[in-house]
T-cell receptor, first 110, second 114 residues
Framework: EAAVTQSPRNKVTVTGGNVTLSCRQTNSHNYMYWYRQDTGHGLRLIHYSYGAGNLQIGDVPDGYKATRTTQEDFFLLLELASPSQTSLYFC?????????FGPGTRLTVL | GDSVTQTEGQVALSEEDFLTIHCNYSASGYPTLFWYVQYPGEGPQLLFRASRDKEKGSSRGFEATYDKGTTSFHLRKASVQESDSAVYYCALSNYGSSGNKLIFGIGTLLSVKP
C-alpha cells in the first residue's frame, strides 16, 4: 500500500513568515499533489508534479511555490505567509486513477 | 470548467438509518467519478470509483451508480453505523485534463449517533 508522510503535522507562524511543508512518498509514484482543505470549499489543488524537477500550477496557486527535488520528495513553500493561508494541507501521490493522501499538516498563520 | 456539487454540508443520522448524500457533476466527455472518505485526523482515502454510464461502484456497504443522464453519482447506504461517521467527498477526474486532476465537492460531514 502507498505510504505518504507529511511533516510537520502542525505549524504555527506569524504573518510574513517563511514556511516549508514537506511530503515524502515511498512508492515511486510519478504524480504528486498539494491540496488545501477549508470548510465550505473542500479540497483545492495548489500545485502538482509528474516527476523530479517538474512543477505544474493548480487551481489556487497564488502565494505558494513548490519544488519536487526527487521522485519521493515534494515541498510546498510559503515565503510570505498570510492569515488567509491558515488551513489544513494535504499531499497526495497517484498511481492509475487513485490518489493516496498523507495525514495532513495543520498550518496556522497569526 | 469541470465541477462537483454536493448539496448536503452535514448529515446527522442514527444507527441503522438509511443514508443518501447527493452528488451532481458538470464535465465534458466521460469523467471518472469517485467517492472518498476522510476519518478524523486522517487524509482522504478512496471508497470506490465508477467510469461508465450505469456502472455501480461499491465498498463497505456503500454504493453509487454513475448516471450520465442526470449527471449524478449519489452515495447510499442502507444501514449506517457509528463507525461510518466521517467526511465524504464526491470527486471527478476527466482524462482530458492535464495531470488527471481530481475535482472535489465541498464534502459532507456524516455524524451517526448510537
Amino acid at each position: 500500500e502507498a505510504a505518504v508522510t507529511q511533516s510537520p503535522r502542525n505549524k504555527v507562524t506569524v504573518t510574513g513568515g517563511n514556511v516549508t511543508l514537506s511530503c515524502r512518498q515511498t512508492n515511486s509514484h510519478n504524480y504528486m499533489y498539494w491540496y488545501r482543505q477549508d470548510t465550505g470549499h473542500g479540497l483545492r489543488l495548489i500545485h502538482y508534479s509528474y516527476g523530479a524537477g517538474n512543477l505544474q500550477i493548480g487551481d489556487v496557486p497564488d502565494g505558494y511555490k513548490a519544488t519536487r527535488t526527487t521522485q519521493e520528495d515534494f515541498f510546498l513553500l510559503l515565503e510570505l505567509a498570510s492569515p488567509s493561508q491558515t488551513s489544513l494541507y494535504f499531499c497526495a501521490s497517484r498511481t492509475g486513477d487513485e490518489q493516496y493522501f498523507g495525514p495532513g499538516t495543520r498550518l496556522t498563520v497569526l | 470548467g469541470d465541477s462537483v456539487t454536493q448539496t448536503e454540508g452535514q448529515v446527522a443520522l442514527s444507527e441503522e438509518d438509511f443514508l443518501t448524500i447527493h452528488c451532481n457533476y458538470s464535465a465534458s466527455g466521460y469523467p471518472t467519478l469517485f467517492w472518498y472518505v476522510q476519518y478524523p485526523g486522517e487524509g482522504p482515502q478512496l471508497l470506490f470509483r465508477a467510469s461508465r454510464d450505469k456502472e455501480k461502484g461499491s465498498s463497505r456497504g456503500f454504493e453509487a451508480t454513475y448516471d450520465k443522464g442526470t449527471t449524478s453519482f449519489h452515495l447510499r447506504k442502507a444501514s449506517v453505523q457509528e463507525s461510518d461517521s466521517a467526511v465524504y467527498y464526491c470527486a471527478l477526474s476527466n482524462y482530458g485534463s492535464s495531470g488527471n486532476k481530481l475535482i472535489f465537492g465541498i464534502g459532507t460531514l456524516l455524524s451517526v449517533k448510537p
